[in-house]
T-cell receptor
């Protein structure tokens, strides 16, 4: 039972390059989330998916796209990377069908855009 | 006003001390709250859930004050291993599918 896994762990991109961050969970959770975390700031929600087949924008969606491939997998795509997207990206999942809404996080992807 | 606000610290305390962090939230309809712990360059991990007036787990006690819209985290008998950033979390006014994370309170426990 791995929980939430993310790949890659580290990535360096040049401005304008594209890439996809992968996330998978094995807890049978219905909801999945992508956050970014910048120094001195809290986690900011980029996109989330309340169930398979649905996605919604969070607080900072510009410059990103997501795909909820199936119940287990939720990917985040940067189409044209910018230095402002240098950050640590965390994926999380939650079982919001229950009364508790705690989220469980993957280990993060550290992205640098030069 | 931010949905969740915390004192960033740092709180520097000696081993064995008792330390308390407060966190205020703006959504008066919120029913459940969480404290997460985040170690440097690691993912946040759930420390405690707070559903009613409070919750206790060993050396950790979380309390909820609905009238004043704040939650607190009390750590007794601090250990060196408690050094971390503690994140206060509340449901978004946009629904329970989303959580709002505070920026965190940094705790440093020294010998």
């Amino acid at each position: 039972n791995a929980g939430v896994t993310q790949t890659p762990k580290f990535q360096v991109l040049k401005t304008g390059q594209s890439m996809t961050l992968q996330c998978a969970q094995d807890m049978n959770h219905n909801s999945m989330y992508w956050y970014r975390q910048d120094p001195g700031m809290g986690l900011r929600l980029i996109y989330y998916s309340a169930s398979e087949g649905t996605t919604d924008k969070g607080e900072v969606p510009n410059g990103y796209n997501v795909s909820r491939l199936n119940k287990r997998e939720f990917s985040l795509r940067l189409e044209s990377a910018a230095p402002s997207q240098t950050s640590v990206y965390f994926c999380a999942s939650s079982d919001t069908n229950r009364e508790s809404y705690e989220q469980y996080f993957g280990p993060g992807t550290r992205l640098t855009v030069t | 006003r931010k949905e969740v606000e915390q004192d960033p610290g740092p709180f520097n305390v000696p081993e064995g001390a008792t330390v308390a962090f407060n966190c205020t939230y703006s959504n008066s309809a919120s029913q459940s709250f969480f404290w997460y712990r985040q170690d440097c360059r690691k993912e946040p991990k759930l420390l405690m859930s707070v559903y009613s007036s409070g919750n206790e787990d060993g050396r950790f006690t979380a309390q909820l004050n609905r009238a004043s819209q704040y939650i607190s985290l009390l750590i007794r008998d601090s250990k060196l291993s408690d050094s971390a950033t503690y994140l206060c979390v509340a449901p978004s006014s946009g629904g329970y599918n989303k959580l709002i994370f505070g920026a965190g309170t940094r705790l440093a426990v020294h010998p």
